[in-house]
């Protein structure tokens, strides 16, 4: 008995691989977010599934102790998520950790996911970068994401919605200005696939000219540039001066002295304040 993740197109379906295709027609059955999305796949490549059983976000401790039962009586079964691979911002972690957990065998497929296309067409860095999923909603939590990310020197990879996408560059835009490299890949594989690069300022201005350009999947893309040895000037003025101005004073000085953003040093100096 195997399980087997199976990565599903993300848009256009002949990305769907030759081992995906042959793996599914062997298997006794298949867990699907969708039936309907799966369907529509299946009917492309002419496949025929004994039993389709359906395991998504609301699926619980029943619905995997259905796909273990099945796995028990000596049948392989299958899961793919409505676009990419299965687990990389979709349900399955914990169906894939008690199979393990029961010694089931389980094969990964490699094949399409969204973020790796969007993160080499980019034009940033990809030699070092940091998957986090979708974005948070709260402002106070972006603030924290972004200034962690800020200190990283690789690109880091969010999902982010087309209600948000306007929103959120307009914050990385205060925070950080001209210090954030920005790329937004839209409908990565689909018929309206685009790259937005440039600064937060910049690709808003692209939206502002052309509002179509919202409608979509977007996967944003920043590289901050490298300020950490700059900051040791911004750090040291904060233990001179902390206590004698504010934390908005000391970002304004400190930004005139070093060039930094003084938004972003706002932002850092708030973090030093709660530590203390």
């Given amino acids: 008995m195997s399980f087997y993740i199976i990565p599903s197109p993300v848009g256009n379906l002949d990305d769907f691989t030759i081992r995906a295709v042959n793996t599914i027609s062997e298997l006794d059955f298949l867990a699907v977010e969708s039936s309907s999305s799966a369907k529509k796949l299946l009917k492309k490549y002419n496949l025929k599934i004994k039993e389709i059983v359906i395991y998504n976000d609301h699926s619980d401790e029943k619905a995997r102790a259905k796909i273990i039962n099945l796995l028990e009586e000596e049948k392989n079964g299958g899961i793919i998520s409505e676009a990419g691979t299965p687990l990389i911002s979709d349900p399955g972690y914990k169906l894939i950790s008690a199979l393990i957990k029961k010694n089931i065998k389980v094969i990964p497929l490699p094949g399409p996911t969204s973020f790796i296309p969007a993160l080499v067409g980019s034009g940033l860095p990809t030699n ?13 939590e972006l603030k924290k994401i ?16 087309p209600h948000r996408i306007v929103s959120t ?26 790259f937005l690069r440039g600064t937060a300022s910049e690709i808003l201005l692209d939206f502002k000219n052309d509002k179509d350009l919202l409608k979509g999947e977007f996967i944003l893309m920043i590289n901050f540039l490298s300020i ?49």
């Fill in 128 to 140: 070092k970068f940091h998957f986090f999923g979708f974005l948070p909603k709260k402002i106070n």
């Fill in 146 to 161: 972004f200034t962690k990310c800020s200190a990283d020197n690789g690109t880091s990879i969010f999902f982010e919605s």
């Fill in 169 to 194: 560059l307009n914050l990385i835009d205060n925070l950080f200005g001209m210090e954030a490299n920005i790329c937004v890949a839209k409908e990565i594989s689909k018929i309206h696939e685009r």
């Fill in 228 to 276: 950490e040895e700059d900051t040791s000037v911004a750090d040291k003025l904060f233990e001179k001066l902390s206590g004698k101005l504010s934390n908005k004073e000391l970002a304004r000085l400190s930004s005139e002295v070093t060039g930094i953003n003084k938004n972003f040093l706002y932002e850092r100096f708030l973090s030093f304040s709660k530590k203390t």
